[in-house]
């Protein structure tokens, strides 16, 4: 069989050293004779993988102490709804509209309380992200996504909020680089990109949010249970836990998250450069300046040509290279477990593409 | 290494058919080069996925047309709230509190409005099923929890609730038995015991109950999106849902549900037996007419004993026999994978123990 190559916006491919080993104690875990799947979520083995896993996530990311790292479930999507219902009811939050994630996070808020759009780049389809913003002054939080999977665009740098806590879905870009937890109030992001197989959703919350949210809202719904039961209150999702371990120590093995970024920025540059150096036949789609370093969007001449492009490429074992069905085109997602190698290949078989499709 | 039996309450053990195939694709699912956790959820072979294992647990669990199958996340513990939520709000519902599960399910519905507790065995410590109830005429509906994993104790019958839907909370015997769905309006399980790995909680509903959910509510913790999306409102803890689909197969070949629950009938016997034919040495602690076949809780003469008995027992290859902290004693759970020859096994180590420790 021949190696594929996965580029779809997710969920992504994981590192095939992790995959191996779990494939390898899928039956046995630590010589228990029990697979990890068949433990009860109480016992020292699976409490030793929880919490290793809890414990390189801090390292990784440089977490600060005052914030509390959690395991829920229900992906970004929850998230939406959760975070107003704990930190809006009836206040006011400013939020960045840069695409479909965006405005799905606005629209849920929308039902708990008074959202101000302090900045939208919708005039120019989500093709960039905007630089200046009409923050609020007692908004509750501001709300951002880092990454956008359908536009193709990503924040270099967060904003400046001035002591309002900064919310940020980091669900397609977590991991890929070293953030600054300035300003930062809570980070989420689903597990299906750069942390593990779907069916995780990891939230970083500062303390002091936490004790701040909202009471009497039913008990898996508030931060405060998951917080103060260590993502134990009820049974975890263990299995998707224990992948998540080891994708953070696949990670460390690359350097931590500054090996990981220098390796990201190769693969996007490697892609990028390929699609500025086409004399204009494939077309990058996002502003220049906030191009992103994991959905890398663009055209070709015609729309006949990317179906063919995509059909000829997916024969060739590159695969998921079809834009998000929104705006056509095509995509090349390239999470941290897609390797240089892989996006090397996909632009030598560009380059082959264009020369044989005038 | 010696062969282990895992009698915890959860999460359970998991066919070891089923463990071997999942090892053997863990990296290459359906010769597509990619895992099953590494592909779209949008994907052909995703999609046959999980279509595969709704219709396998439709036809396995003779779930009527007008019923909606949803695999969602948060466990049951999520549930506890989302139907209040979506069924309650200011209105009337009927709950049977036989134990710790009950309650948790009760707290969650006082949020939302009223609930009239109509029957209670809180009176014996949760050790038996209530026959009588104080039923409400105008409940939205009747909730119940067919087995107690903490109290050991199951629903024989289910009550009859003269066309006010019936909810149930499956997540420890569901699949481990045929049951019938007159009055039954919603049953919903986590899928840690006879489902598959934690991370999917799995909801059965009828269309009307869909229909008649509540508006206004936040997107994911609406029935109606995720009956209306067929579980791919956003994306769906794809490896969980492959592995049910997997152990749905597994019950099939063991002659469906009628095939398992005569096992299970067999299982449960050979413990009883083994705990009523002990001469007073071990006790069973649940009412003789509502003994789970699911979770066997027992005593030994005494807790020094007991733990003496817990102990031994796990050096011997039987783990997970320590009754639930809140009642102490012991527990042996026989979910679905736990084979007849386990069960044969650990009572010839009860025999053997009562004998040695007079």
Redesign the interface.
């Known amino acids: ?4 190559y ?1 580029f ?7 590192p ?1 050293e992790v ?2 080993k ?2 390898a104690e ?3 875990f630590n ?5 990890i ?5 109480r ?1 020292k083995d699976f409490e030793a993988v929880i919490n290793g896993a809890e414990t390189k996530i801090r390292t990784l990311l440089g977490v600060p102490e005052n914030f509390s790292v959690m395991f829920l ?6 998230q ?3 975070i107003p ?1 704990n930190l809006l009811i009836g206040k006011k939050a400013d939020y960045v509209n840069t695409g479909a994630w965006a405005k799905k996070a606005i ?2 808020a929308k ?2 309380g008074m959202v101000n759009v302090a900045a939208s780049s919708e005039d120019k389809n989500f093709s960039y992200i905007p630089e200046t913003f009409n923050f609020t002054a007692d908004a509750q939080y501001v709300h951002i996504t880092s990454n956008e999977t359908i536009g193709g665009v990503q924040w270099m740098n967060f904003p400046e909020t001035n002591s309002v806590p900064l919310i940020i879905d980091m669900s397609s870009d977590i991991f890929s680089r070293k953030i600054d937890f300035k300003n930062i109030g809570m980070i989420y992001a ?1 597990a ?1 990109k750069n942390i593990g ?4 959703t990891l939230v970083i919350m500062r303390n002091d949010l936490v004790e701040a949210c909202a009471d ?6 508030s931060y405060k249970t998951h917080a103060k039961e260590k993502s134990m ?8 836990i224990y ?1 998540i371990k080891l994708v953070m120590e696949w990670i460390e093995s690359h350097g931590g998250l500054a090996g990981i970024e220098k390796i990201n920025n190769e693969k996007a540059k490697t892609l990028y450069d390929a699609i500025d150096g086409s004399n204009g036949y494939f077309k990058g789609t996002a502003a220049l300046k906030d191009r992103s370093k994991m959905n890398v969007t663009f055209r070709l001449p015609s729309e006949e040509l990317e179906e063919k492009f995509i059909n000829e490429a997916k024969k060739a ?1 590159f695969i ?1 290279l079809k834009g998000h069905r929104s705006v056509g085109g095509c995509r090349a997602s390239l999470y941290n477990a897609m390797s240089l190698e892989g996006v090397s290949e996909l632009t030598q078989f560009m380059k082959k593409f264009a020369a044989e499709n005038k």
């Open positions: 069989m021949a190696k594929k996965n779809f916006a997710g969920p992504a491919i994981l095939q995959m191996k779990a494939q899928l039956l046995d010589g228990i004779g029990l697979s799947m068949e433990i009860s979520h016992s479930q229900g992906g970004a999507s929850l939406f709804g959760m219902m629209k849920e039902l708990f689903g299906q197989p779907a069916g995780a009497g809202l039913t008990t898996m719904l209150y009820n049974t975890p999702p263990c299995f998707i992948i074992g998921g």
